[in-house]
């Protein structure tokens, strides 16, 4: 090897060093460091290392790895919480407990849901092998079989792929609401989505409705009347929602303290105007809507918990390089992932090919700005980009055709079922309803969807049915159910044997 | 419902560290005094001092305290909060009131939780904030087998207070390659309603229960390392 060979290897080299070690303290493209295909969802943060890598560049194996599995609540702890996890972390925490941690240890989100292994992920970002129950439920005391004769059998891999258990949420799966809803007819002599019902049937104060004479705003944009005939019609116009609300530059709370409130007066709305507003205005009034925007796959780039671009100039501060490094560089070295919005073309799912793949994904991607025609966010802008073979069954469904009845008055309001009435159900706290954006809330797994959704319209053993037959999902649920499970037969049966009571 | 005192001179005579089994550990040289506890009117003051005294008693053990002592002062406050929680929420609104129930599964019935339940949430809601120290109601006849005896300590300690209900049970055992301190205090059966529910149960294998025996026992584990 000549000796010119070697200057030009040592030099690609420390080249190649230099720019390994600048996307990793400072900023740049770091996707060439990403070491394996992350899952579904997790995707759209992927570039965001630190969002779960937060331990420092020295922590040990250890220290790493308790860093990360701290992490994973930031975004997820909320929905853990909601579910009553039956193998809660804090359970799980306690020494006594110390003998099952060398079984699986429920300490860890990553001991199931290990990240950038693409070869062993499956459905739910599980990485464990699918009779993950036996670890613990096989042996002594725990031996499910014990007390149980049903379960005699029965394979550890499909304990929580039949539709019978979830590791984590197991609300509608437990014994004594099994027993509890058994003999339920499947479909209910009145189905109504209750909350959706009330959503539809809720009264607007008259007194504060506003009308297309009402409107304060510049005069320009009053001489779009297609505009302000939308607004007038909206939802917004008859909860009196003025223009300025959203399109008048918000007062600085801290300089001007005695009106923080939306500015109102035609002369401040003119002054203040804002001709295409963020939304941030939407934000300021739909609080809860945004939170739950941002769990979901929809808005998840917008949690608190994700880790922001990183900032070069603080990179190069932090190894004292900032005065000497030339703008050119430090431009350079600028973040570009991730982008503040997941966008169409970012999906892995299955997308149309009309579909504008760089539309970002914020609330003006469903929601029109004037008219809030909920009708259409319901179901006209998931169909306008979701490409799957359940998308594209919708159409003349049987729930389907419960909405078009519905909209013709021909159904009680609650009736139809959109895809937002199983994907982005009502929830209700404290008197008020809200739509719960994170479109995903309900699918991790299938079973959350049966207390939301289902039960209102279905008995649970046809809902159990229902959601495990893969095919009929597929079909978006037209003909009846294929595939039986057991599970409700067999907690009447347990309830009956001895004459005890359950845990009521 | 009882509590414990312990003299203090063998707080004074014997290393921190060391493990003691309740009387049937003459070695150790202290005796264990059991003394029945009455419930007094400002109990709910009472319960919020002993609150207080929780959060400072692991900073005692750090100061010097022995650790069957420490333990002690914590189970005062658990105990002292459940059976404030059984007797002037649960019994009053459920049995005196009559305007609520309480059941396992409060949430889908707008009921109030099981006291045993509060307990859990209390040990679930520490282990979320600290690995110093760590509490469970165990027993030999749980409804919950997860409540049963897991490890050998465990086991010695429910049978030891089964068998002598006035006395608690300490020793140190190994855990996930950690040591600790744990103490097993009895746990009797303070209402009717717990034994209805434990001898209808139909998880439970017990049917004979009777208010005041022993069903099970709390376990305090303190990290020693």
Redesign the interface.
């Known amino acids: 090897m000549s000796s010119k060979t070697v200057y030009w290897w040592v030099g690609t080299t420390l080249l190649a060093a230099a720019y390994m070690a600048a996307s990793m303290v400072v900023g740049g493209d770091r996707r060439p460091l990403l070491i394996g295909r992350t899952t579904d969802a997790h995707h759209q943060i992927e570039m965001a290392c630190e969002t779960c890598h937060a331990a420092g560049p020295f922590a040990g194996a250890a220290a790493a790895e308790r860093a990360l599995n701290e992490t994973c609540r930031n975004c997820h702890e909320a929905e853990l919480n909601a579910a009553d996890d039956s193998h809660s972390r804090s359970m799980f925490r306690n020494p006594r407990m110390a003998a099952y941690w060398e079984k699986l240890d429920a300490r860890l989100c990553t001991s199931c849901h290990a990240e950038h292994r693409p070869e062993i992920t499956r459905t739910g970002a599980v990485t464990v092998a699918m009779d993950f129950c036996v670890a613990c439920h096989s042996e002594d005391e725990q031996d499910i079989r014990l007390d149980r004769p049903s379960h005699a059998g029965l394979g550890f891999e499909t304990c929580a792929t039949a539709g019978c258990h979830n590791y984590h949420d197991n609300r509608a799966l437990y014994e004594e609401f099994l027993v509890e809803h058994a003999g339920e007819p499947g479909h209910k002599p009145e189905p109504v989505h209750g909350l959706t019902a009330r959503l539809r049937l809720r009264e607007r104060p008259a007194e504060t409705a506003l009308g297309r004479d009402d409107a304060v705003a510049p005069a320009a944009a009053l001489a779009d009347t297609k505009v302000l005939a939308l607004w007038a019609g909206s939802g917004h116009a008859a909860a009196g929602v003025n223009c300025g609300a959203c399109h008048a530059e918000k007062p600085d709370a801290e300089s001007e303290p005695a009106d923080v409130a939306a500015r109102t007066g035609p002369a401040d709305v003119v002054a203040h105007w804002i001709e295409a507003p963020s939304t941030g205005a939407c934000k300021s009034c739909h609080e809860p809507q945004a939170r739950t925007f941002a769990r979901g796959r929809h808005g998840m780039r917008e949690h608190p918990g994700i880790a922001p671009p990183r900032n070069p100039v603080e990179g190069l501060e932090r190894i004292g390089l900032s005065r000497v490094t030339p703008a050119i560089v430090t431009d350079w070295l600028a973040d570009p992932f991730p982008p503040a919005r997941m966008t169409v073309g970012e999906a892995r799912l299955p997308m149309r090919a009309d579909a504008d793949a760089r539309r970002a994904l914020d609330c003006g991607a469903c929601h029109r700005p004037h008219d809030v025609d909920t009708a259409r966010a319901a179901v006209e802008a998931c169909v306008s980009c979701h490409d799957d073979s359940h998308t594209r069954a919708y159409a003349g469904s049987p729930h389907h055709r419960l909405l078009q009845a519905e909209l013709a008055g021909e159904a009680p309001p609650g009736a139809g079922v959109s895809c937002v009435t199983c994907h982005m159900p009502g929830t209700e706290s404290r008197d008020t309803i809200t739509t719960n954006h994170n479109q995903n809330d309900t699918l991790r797994p299938y079973e959350k969807m049966i207390r939301s959704v289902c039960l209102d319209c279905h008995g649970l053993e046809f809902s159990l049915d229902a959601l495990a037959d893969a095919g009929l999902v597929e079909r978006n649920f037209r003909g009846k159910p294929k595939v039986h499970i057991e599970s409700v037969e067999w907690a009447v049966q347990r309830s009956t044997a001895d004459g005890r009571s359950g845990t009521r | 419902m009882g509590r414990t005192t312990l003299d203090r001179r063998w707080a004074q005579r014997y290393p921190l560290t060391w493990g003691c089994r309740g009387v049937a550990a003459p070695n150790y040289g202290f005796r264990i005094v059991q003394r029945s506890l009455k419930m007094q009117p400002r109990t709910l003051m009472i319960a919020a001092g002993l609150a207080v005294a929780a959060v400072t008693a692991i900073g005692a053990a750090a100061q010097g305290l022995p650790y069957p002592k420490v333990a002690d002062m914590l189970y005062r406050v658990m105990s002292a909060d459940r059976e404030v929680y059984t007797r002037m929420v649960v019994q009053r609104l459920t049995l005196e009131d009559k305007v609520l129930t309480a059941?396992?599964?409060f949430?889908?019935?707008a009921a109030l939780p099981l006291p045993a339940q509060m307990f859990r949430f209390g040990?679930?809601?520490v282990?979320?904030n600290t690995?110093e120290f760590?509490y469970?109601l165990l027993s030999l006849n749980p409804?919950n087998?997860?409540n049963?005896p897991?490890?050998e300590l465990?086991r010695e300690g429910l049978e030891f207070v089964t068998e002598n209900p006035d006395e608690n049970f300490y020793g140190e055992e190994e855990?996930?390659g950690?040591r600790?301190f744990a103490a097993v205090y009895p746990d009797r059966a303070i209402v009717e309603a717990c034994v209805n529910c434990h001898n209808?149960?139909?998880?439970s294998s017990r049917t004979d229960l009777k208010a005041g025996d022993v069903m099970g026992g709390v376990?305090i584990?303190i990290?020693i390392d």
Not at chain 2, 200 to 203: A, G, I, P, Q, V
């Open positions: 059941s396992e599964h949430e889908d019935e040990a679930e809601t282990m979320n690995e760590s469970a409804i087998r997860t049963g897991g490890t465990e855990l996930g950690k600790y209808n149960h139909r998880d376990v584990r990290r």
